[in-house]
């Protein structure tokens, strides 16, 4: 029974899977031949099908590495790519199609390439086999192939006819043997032909006689010996393409009538090998010997392999194992882990806080747009005089301008959209704390993870977004009529607005220090602030194309037209927007502001609610903080709560269990370091377990042995 083989072929597709290693390749049987030797023919007839390519344009451009597996107890015949993963394709004329696309992809620039196919055909008609098909050998280059073609083929042949391979050397009967190529090929690499068989297609071309003395040669003597086939079934009219047993029957019926018809020269006691049926068997059984007797050094092979694989598992990954799916699991229990660490300290203070910053700043706006939009001395909530700040302020607070610009300004405070603005303040901060937890996580390095986690966020977010927005906005709805203040807001009001007034003042005052820096020093920018201060007055008329100014300056440098009193973005670039005069001067201007208010609100008579007119910044600040804390209530209820509840979830669903095998293993493999831990561990597997094969193997040989010895 012929069952090493079979079990070798096995092992070699789960070597396969190990890795290509040349050390680890386990032996074959190569086919060469000259162009039209009758190789393909020779080939089908040992399949029983015709599955090759076929044409005159170089149809083999790349080894076919063709492995048979005996299926004796199925009927049914399929062939399969491995690598293109098409399985069970039972019609052979599109394996023959595959073939022929598979060849010609192969530029007919570079002829021939050496990255085999990969084909394997099941059957219970063919033997168990590993072949190799090559390139046939030429002899005169076309015209349109490259000169170093013949040259590019006997490389390519010459790297497969090694040891431990079984050289199967075609050819045609026809040719005088003293040509051929495959034989010359075979001799350079096997001088004392002990592991090339020579096969003599075309027997029925020539005389029976000469045939014979082919067979018989003693120029090239192998061990294994020369059988000769008529590989070539007759053309049977009816048939349009032969079924497997027919052409395999065929074959067979006409070399025996061919062969039997000369006994003379080819029957039993003429000494000679013929017959695709004794070729076939010839090759399994010297495949099986050769298997044998490589078995001890492919087992060595295997043994040094996992030796180097089992020590780098040790130092590089300290024999830490690892699974794609634990990794998976591990990382994003860590990343649950740290959010549920942030959970615990963002809650109602820190989205407080938020809120507040971002109400400042919109109080700021106000207080730019409503109060210090005019030259400070038509300021006339507070007339500063140098000396006279004790007489702060000095507007009449009974004035119904300042009560109707302090209503004013609070209702725009409260009708500003708080519910959105709240929302979105609240939620963009989630989303980029979740992108900061993902940095620091494993799953900073997995584009796929990644990219799943921030949809998670997103999803949840975005659909509590309208509800929370409304629900907040209605919650505020009192404020819009009416804001009571009392003194403990107002207190705390005043105490914060001045650290925002001094906030921002040291703000204008960088964003000069960079200006002065941007033109070139202190006393140029005071040179061209100014010139802009003399064109506001009218002295000067700043004309200009833009590219030349008044007064030297260029007109970038000055600036054009006069600047709204906006509120200044702090660290904002907006000052490399070739306006730097006048965004100097509008700096300048606005200092002197804050400066004044800040001393307002710091004054005696900003210390209390009863003078709310003289101090529109801390009645804003206390308003702002009522709608603060009102909308963290239910922004706590209807967006985080919501949020720290689903998110966890949903990372179960977009990462746990509904990830595929395939799925699992790519996201893994996206990080190059887990990858290479998870491949040594997978090789280090695939290699124990064909070791394990190999070892039963050799068990099962020595048995055998034994008996046969017995016997
Ligand atoms: P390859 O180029 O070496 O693969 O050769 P093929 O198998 O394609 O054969 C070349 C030609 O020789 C084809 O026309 C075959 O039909 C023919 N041929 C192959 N084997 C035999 C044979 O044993 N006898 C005869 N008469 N012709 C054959």
Same mark, same amino acid.
């Given at each position: 029974?012929?069952?090493?083989?079979k079990?070798m072929?096995?092992?070699?597709s789960?070597?396969?899977?190990v890795?290509q290693?040349?050390?680890?390749?386990?032996?074959?049987?190569?086919?060469?031949g000259s162009q039209?030797?009758?190789k393909s023919s020779?080939?089908?007839a040992?399949?029983?099908?015709?599955f090759?390519?076929?044409?005159?344009?170089?149809?083999t451009?790349?080894?076919i590495?063709?492995t048979l597996?005996n299926t004796?107890e199925?009927?049914?015949?399929?062939?399969?790519?491995?690598?293109?993963g098409l399985?069970?394709?039972?019609?052979?004329s599109?394996?023959?199609?595959?073939l022929?696309?598979?060849?010609?992809?192969v530029?007919?620039?570079d002829?021939v390439?050496?990255?085999p196919?990969?084909?394997?055909?099941?059957?219970?008609?063919?033997p168990?086999?590993s072949?190799i098909d090559?390139p046939g050998y030429?002899?005169?280059?076309g015209q349109?192939?490259p000169?170093?073609?013949?040259?590019?083929?006997s490389?390519l042949?010459?790297?497969?006819i090694?040891?431990?391979?079984?050289?199967l050397?075609?050819?045609?009967a026809?040719?005088?043997?003293?040509?051929s190529?495959?034989?010359r090929a075979?001799?350079r690499?096997?001088p004392?032909?002990?592991r090339t068989i020579?096969?003599?297609?075309?027997?029925?071309?020539?005389?029976?006689?000469?045939?014979a003395?082919?067979?018989?040669d003693?120029?090239?003597?192998?061990?294994l010996?020369?059988?000769g086939?008529?590989?070539?079934a007759p053309?049977?009219?009816?048939?349009?393409?032969?079924?497997?047993t027919?052409?395999?029957?065929?074959?067979?019926k006409?070399e025996? /009538?061919f062969?039997?018809?000369?006994? $003379?020269e080819?029957g039993?006691d !003429?000494g000679v090998n013929? %017959?695709?049926t004794? *070729?076939?068997?010839?090759?399994?059984?010297?495949?099986?010997q050769?298997?044998?007797s490589s078995?001890?050094?492919t087992s060595d092979?295997?043994?040094?392999?996992l030796?180097?694989a089992?020590y780098?598992?040790k130092?590089?990954?300290?024999?830490?194992p690892?699974?794609?799916e634990?990794?998976?699991a591990?990382s994003?229990?860590?990343?649950k882990?740290?959010f549920k660490?942030f959970?615990?300290e963002?809650?109602r203070p820190?989205?407080?806080?938020?809120?507040?910053?971002?109400?400042d700043q919109?109080?700021?706006?106000?207080?730019?747009?409503?109060?210090w939009?005019?030259?400070?001395?038509?300021?006339?909530?507070?007339q500063?005089?140098?000396?006279?700040?004790?007489?702060?302020?000095?507007?009449d607070?009974? /004035?119904?301008?300042?009560?109707?610009q $302090?209503?004013a300004?609070?209702? !725009?405070l409260?009708k500003? %959209?708080v519910?959105? *603005?709240?929302?979105?303040?609240v939620?963009?901060?989630?989303?980029s704390?979740v992108d900061?937890?993902?940095?620091?996580?494993?799953f900073?390095t997995?584009p796929f993870a990644r990219?799943?986690i921030?949809?998670?966020?997103s999803?949840?977010l975005?659909e509590?977004?309208y509800?929370?927005?409304d629900?907040?906005?209605?919650c505020?709805?009192?404020f819009?009529?009416?804001?009571?203040?009392e003194?403990?807001e107002?207190a705390?009001?005043?105490?914060h607005?001045?650290d925002v007034l001094?906030?921002?003042l040291r703000d204008?005052e960088?964003a000069?220090?960079?200006?002065?820096?941007?033109?070139?020093g202190?006393?140029?920018?005071?040179?061209?602030?100014?010139?802009?201060?003399?064109?506001?007055?009218?002295?000067?008329?700043?004309?200009?194309?833009?590219?030349?100014?008044a007064?030297g300056f260029?007109?970038?440098?000055?600036g054009?037209?006069?600047h709204i009193?906006v509120r200044?973005?702090p660290?904002?670039?907006?000052?490399?927007?070739?306006?730097?005069?006048?965004?100097?001067?509008?700096?300048?201007?606005?200092?002197?502001?804050?400066?004044?208010r800040?001393?307002?609100?710091?004054?005696r008579?900003c210390?209390s609610?009863k003078?709310?007119?003289?101090?529109?910044e801390?009645f804003?600040?206390?308003?702002?903080s009522?709608?603060?804390?009102t909308?963290?209530l239910f922004?706590n209820?209807?967006?985080?709560?919501e949020?720290?509840?689903n998110?966890?979830?949903e990372?179960?669903?977009?990462?746990g269990?509904h990830?595929s095998q395939e799925?699992?293993?790519?996201f893994?493999?996206e990080?190059p370091k887990?990858?290479?831990h998870l491949?040594?561990?997978?090789?280090?597997?695939?290699l124990?377990?064909?070791l394990?094969?190999?070892?039963?193997?050799?068990?099962?040989e020595?048995r055998?042995?034994?008996?046969v010895v017995?016997?």
């Amino acid at each position: 029974m012929m069952v090493l083989t079979k079990k070798m072929i096995e092992i070699r597709s789960i070597l396969q899977k190990v890795g290509q290693s040349s050390s680890l390749t386990l032996p074959s049987i190569v086919v060469i031949g000259s162009q039209s030797s009758g190789k393909s023919s020779v080939l089908e007839a040992i399949v029983g099908h015709e599955f090759l390519p076929k044409g005159s344009n170089m149809v083999t451009r790349r080894p076919i590495e063709l492995t048979l597996v005996n299926t004796p107890e199925s009927k049914e015949e399929y062939g399969e790519f491995p690598d293109l993963g098409l399985r069970r394709i039972t019609d052979f004329s599109s394996i023959q199609r595959t073939l022929t696309e598979l060849n010609l992809a192969v530029s007919d620039a570079d002829c021939v390439s050496d990255d085999p196919i990969h084909l394997t055909v099941y059957s219970p008609n063919v033997p168990d086999l590993s072949l190799i098909d090559l390139p046939g050998y030429i002899q005169v280059v076309g015209q349109d192939q490259p000169l170093e073609l013949k040259q590019k083929i006997s490389e390519l042949c010459d790297k497969y006819i090694q040891p431990p391979n079984v050289i199967l050397a075609i050819s045609a009967a026809d040719v005088d043997l003293a040509n051929s190529t495959a034989l010359r090929a075979s001799r350079r690499v096997d001088p004392r032909g002990e592991r090339t068989i020579g096969v003599v297609t075309k027997m029925d071309l020539v005389d029976p006689t000469r045939g014979a003395a082919i067979l018989n040669d003693k120029q090239y003597p192998l061990r294994l010996g020369y059988v000769g086939v008529v590989s070539k079934a007759p053309q049977s009219p009816g048939l349009f393409k032969m079924g497997p047993t027919n052409l395999l029957s065929a074959i067979a019926k006409h070399e025996n /009538s061919f062969f039997s018809s000369h006994a $003379l020269e080819f029957g039993p006691d !003429a000494g000679v090998n013929v %017959g695709t049926t004794t *070729l076939r068997r010839k090759l399994m059984h010297v495949l099986e010997q050769t298997m044998s007797s490589s078995l001890q050094s492919t087992s060595d092979a295997i043994k040094q392999e996992l030796e180097e694989a089992t020590y780098e598992f040790k130092v590089q990954y300290n024999d830490r194992p690892l699974s794609a799916e634990s990794y998976l699991a591990e990382s994003l229990d860590a990343f649950k882990h740290s959010f549920k660490q942030f959970a615990e300290e963002f809650g109602r203070p820190q989205m407080r806080e938020l809120l507040k910053n971002e109400l400042d700043q919109k109080v700021l706006d106000l207080m730019a747009a409503r109060y210090w939009n005019k030259p400070i001395a038509d300021l006339s909530v507070v007339q500063l005089e140098p000396d006279q700040i004790a007489d702060l302020p000095k507007a009449d607070p009974s /004035s119904l301008y300042w009560h109707r610009q $302090l209503d004013a300004s609070a209702s !725009a405070l409260t009708k500003l %959209g708080v519910g959105r *603005l709240a929302t979105t303040v609240v939620s963009t901060s989630l989303q980029s704390h979740v992108d900061m937890l993902l940095n620091s996580s494993n799953f900073a390095t997995h584009p796929f993870a990644r990219k799943a986690i921030t949809e998670a966020a997103s999803t949840i977010l975005n659909e509590r977004f309208y509800s929370t927005s409304d629900q907040v906005e209605n919650c505020i709805k009192p404020f819009k009529f009416e804001i009571d203040v009392e003194e403990r807001e107002w207190a705390q009001g005043r105490q914060h607005v001045g650290d925002v007034l001094k906030k921002e003042l040291r703000d204008c005052e960088a964003a000069l220090v960079h200006l002065e820096s941007t033109v070139g020093g202190r006393r140029k920018l005071k040179e061209v602030m100014s010139f802009v201060d003399k064109s506001r007055k009218g002295d000067i008329v700043v004309e200009g194309d833009g590219r030349s100014g008044a007064g030297g300056f260029s007109a970038a440098l000055l600036g054009k037209g006069m600047h709204i009193f906006v509120r200044v973005p702090p660290r904002s670039h907006r000052y490399a927007n070739n306006e730097l005069g006048r965004e100097a001067v509008f700096l300048r201007d606005r200092a002197d502001i804050i400066k004044m208010r800040l001393m307002a609100v710091k004054s005696r008579q900003c210390a209390s609610i009863k003078n709310k007119y003289y101090c529109p910044e801390i009645f804003l600040d206390a308003a702002a903080s009522r709608l603060a804390s009102t909308a963290v209530l239910f922004l706590n209820v209807e967006l985080l709560s919501e949020f720290y509840y689903n998110f966890p979830r949903e990372l179960d669903l977009r990462l746990g269990r509904h990830l595929s095998q395939e799925e699992v293993e790519q996201f893994a493999k996206e990080d190059p370091k887990i990858r290479r831990h998870l491949e040594v561990i997978r090789r280090k597997e695939l290699l124990e377990l064909v070791l394990e094969k190999m070892e039963s193997l050799k068990q099962l040989e020595g048995r055998d042995r034994d008996r046969v010895v017995g016997e």
